[in-house]
């Protein structure tokens, strides 16, 4: 009896304690959701690539790059800032140098989706999608040549 007796004072105490103690102290509740509400950019990496995955908010417009060893991006994705393209989604894929080489994105007053293949100097050379202001979307393919020249192969 005397056993049980010490027992539930201990444990009496030890709640009184933890009770005093949490008003006295007080705690900060802790919300990730508040955290991630006030970063406008965050990085993840490791050692062997110090760079990583890099993603921000531009002007409420969101944005992911991805990569490589060697500190080239090789993966972008996210929707443009910029007036007359807000908020219109794109996915870019780079060569191995980090240019730009091929664009997937959705645009024109239809928000419809085109296709831009870019040459080893930036050059657009084959450009397709469906038509960008009509409203049947009519499909297009154009192509670059090496001398410049633009042709329709599938025109609007």
């Not at 007796?5 to 105490?13: E, G, P």
């Not at 490589?68 to 929707?79: A, I, S, W």
């Not at 930036?122 to 960008?132: F, K, P, Q, T």
């Amino acid at each position: 009896m005397p056993r049980l007796k010490n027992f539930i004072l201990v444990a009496s105490f030890a709640f009184l304690g933890g009770f005093a103690a949490q008003l006295l102290m007080g705690t900060a509740a802790v919300h990730a959701q508040d955290v991630w509400q006030k970063a406008r950019a965050f990085q993840i990496s490791d050692d062997k690539n110090s760079r990583g995955i890099m993603s921000y908010i531009n002007d409420g417009q969101p944005g992911q790059f991805f990569y490589d060893e060697k500190g080239q991006v090789r993966l972008q994705m996210g929707t443009y800032p910029a007036a007359g393209e807000r908020g219109m989604p794109l996915l870019g894929l780079s060569d191995k140098d980090g240019h730009l080489r091929l664009l997937f994105r959705i645009f024109g007053e239809n928000e419809v989706p085109v296709i831009i293949m870019k040459d080893n100097q930036g050059r657009d050379r084959i450009v397709m999608g469906l038509d960008l202001s009509s409203p049947d979307q009519t499909p297009f393919l154009k192509v670059t040549g090496k001398d410049g020249a633009t042709r329709d192969i599938l025109a609007q």
